[in-house]
């Protein structure tokens, strides 16, 4: 077996979990290659029993023949990792290093239990789907897709902005609001959340449209078919906007028309015996602590 490892920076506190980490896959005789950047990090830290690879892009990555990848840090590492994923079908799982974490929801403390059901095929793989971004300036090149969420936002006025929204070619409705947000279920625990947004449950098939501090009163989140395609016409008085894709972010002219649908590509995430999305959210979001319980 051979798994790729991505992160990013983090505390000292994590420094013994991640060296057991790097132990565990050595103890296993598993082959190890790390992105290149995040090597430099943890060589610094850590210590190596065996050379490790160190890869530098998706095309470095699908060279080296990886069978897993993990993802050290919080949700928006792993939002990275999948740049390097893309459409070579490597399943992910996400270690938490980070806060929250609901899709990159491994316990440092629960790393042994994880491998342990990797080398064991005791895991599930969760197919997650992606959003993608069409533009005829083709704003986001190659990486037009997104595994959390499409935000579009005001950029450098403190006046709301006008979407006009529409569902299949009918239209849906015109926001008046800061911005917008189209996320899958896999982001609607994320900005969709915090903009009052339900939470989806991943694999039924749907995307959630949320507005950001609307003025019209009596919008609502609505959740649409995941077949659906989105475009979106934006009224800005500076004639600037943002849209992100995840963590990544542009300003586009607001005479550009935003098409949005469903990815042809999936990302497939890793879940270990006991770690379902229904669990991760009942302790992420402490349901059910209740003295009453």
């Known amino acids: 077996m051979k798994i790729?490892?991505?992160?990013?920076?983090?505390?000292?506190h994590f420094d013994k979990y991640i060296q057991h980490l790097i132990k565990k896959l050595e103890a296993e005789k598993i082959d190890i290659?790390?992105?290149?950047?995040?090597?430099?990090?943890?060589?610094?830290?850590?210590?190596?029993?065996?050379d490790v690879e160190t890869f530098k892009d998706s095309v470095d990555l699908k060279d080296?023949?990886?069978?897993?990848?993990f993802s050290i840090g919080g949700d928006g590492t792993l939002l990275k990792a999948i740049t390097f994923i893309k459409k070579t079908n490597v399943p992910i799982m996400g270690i938490n290093t980070g806060?929250?974490?609901?899709?990159s929801s491994i316990p440092p403390d629960q790393i042994d239990e994880a491998i342990n059901d990797l080398i064991n095929n005791n895991y599930k793989i969760n197919k997650r789907n992606l959003l993608e971004l069409h533009t005829d300036n083709n704003l986001f090149q190659n990486k037009n897709f997104a595994?959390?969420?499409?935000?579009?936002?005001?950029?450098?006025?403190?006046?709301?902005?006008?979407?006009?929204?529409?569902?299949?070619?009918?239209?849906?409705?015109?926001?008046?609001?800061?911005g917008l947000v189209v996320a899958t279920p896999t982001g609607s625990t994320g900005y969709s959340l915090s903009c009052g947004g339900p939470i989806i449950i991943p694999g039924t098939n749907n995307f959630v449209i949320t507005p950001i501090a609307q003025h019209n009163l009596n919008v609502r989140p609505i959740v649409i078919d995941?077949?659906?395609?989105?475009?979106?016409?934006?009224e800005d008085r500076d004639k600037l906007a943002l849209v992100s894709l995840d963590s990544c972010s542009r300003a586009f002219d607001s005479s550009v028309e935003l098409v949005i649908k469903k990815a042809?590509?999936?990302?497939?995430?890793?879940e270990p015996q006991g770690n379902s999305?229904?669990?991760?959210?009942?302790?992420?979001?402490?349901?059910?602590?209740?003295?009453?319980?």
């Open 4 to 12: 790729a490892l991505f992160g990013t920076v983090f505390s000292e």
């Open 99 to 103: 806060r929250l974490g609901f899709i």
């Open 264 to 270: 042809k590509f999936t990302i497939n995430l890793i």
């Open 277 to 293: 999305f229904i669990s991760t959210i009942r302790h992420k979001l402490m349901w059910g602590i209740d003295k009453r319980n």
């Open 226 to 234: 995941n077949n659906s395609v989105i475009k979106l016409k934006v």
């Open 33 to 50: 290659v790390i992105e290149d950047s995040f090597y430099t990090f943890l060589k610094g830290r850590l210590r190596f029993k065996f």
């Open 64 to 69: 080296k023949k990886v069978d897993i990848l």
């Open 147 to 178: 595994l959390n969420e499409v935000a579009i936002v005001k950029k450098d006025t403190s006046s709301m902005i006008k979407i006009d929204a529409y569902v299949n070619d009918e239209f849906l409705n015109t926001y008046w609001a800061d």
